[in-house]
T-cell receptor, first 114, second 117 residues
């Protein structure tokens, strides 16, 4: 069965550079979530999209932006990268059916800022 | 507002002894509840889920959880711990407030399970 695909799996950037992380949800899933997990930390919610519109916003810095496209894939754009942005970034998706709200997570993109 | 509280940040057990990881939630709606496991440097794997069917839920690797609405709890248990169970465990609440609305996923802070020989 198809899973949530994230790319790239690993990314190394220098301070002040820009990074783009991509998330491809499971087909027919209409909601996408982004989480940031720092070393030894629990996942922190960044932002979510439902039917291509932002549905909820968490602790996402102003330097970051995200969007969901017509094919439901989502991209997280990160500018002016800082050392503290080094983390594992997870994407998750959920299906549209009522009563079935299981979230499926991707393997994550590990971003290292040097 | 929804919230999830994992009552123990660290739990340490001996191999072969029972495991109990505690989770309490608050929700204004009828939530779905999940336990995910994360091994070091790995992604999140679903252990089990409650979605308003049977209150006792069986998951993978011998784990179970019981949904108790009166106590707003969803504690994770396993009769006998294995060394491979050492990992971080997250309790997650998912609400869909109203028909056609989007899901909200709320994470607990996580419980790190250590298993000693």
């Amino acid at each position: 069965a198809a899973g949530v695909i994230q790319s790239p799996r690993h990314l190394i950037k220098e301070k002040r550079e820009t990074a783009t992380l991509k998330c491809y949800p499971i087909p027919r899933h209409d909601t996408v979530y982004w989480y940031q997990q720092g070393p030894g930390q629990d996942p922190q919610f960044l932002i979510s999209f439902y039917e291509k519109m932002q549905s909820d916003k968490g602790s996402i810095p102003d330097r970051f932006s995200a969007q969901q496209f017509s094919d439901y894939h989502s991209e997280l754009n990160m500018s002016s990268l800082e050392l503290g942005d080094s983390a594992l970034y997870f994407c998750a998706s959920t299906p549209p059916e009522e009563g079935n709200t299981e979230a499926f997570f991707g393997q994550g993109t590990r971003l290292t800022v040097v | 507002a929804q919230s999830v509280t994992q009552l123990d940040s660290h739990v340490s057990v001996s191999e072969g002894t029972p495991v109990l990881l505690r989770c309490n939630y608050s929700s204004s709606y009828s939530p779905s509840l999940f336990w995910y496991v994360q091994h070091p440097n790995k992604g999140l794997q679903l252990l089990l889920k409650y979605t308003s069917a049977a209150t006792l839920v069986k998951g993978i690797n011998g784990f179970e959880a019981e949904f108790k609405k009166s106590e707003t709890s969803f504690h994770l248990t396993k009769p006998s711990a294995h060394m491979s169970d050492a990992a971080e465990y997250f309790c997650v609440v998912s609400d869909r407030p109203g028909s056609g609305g989007y899901n909200k996923l709320i994470f607990g802070a996580g419980t790190r399970l250590a298993v000693h020989p």
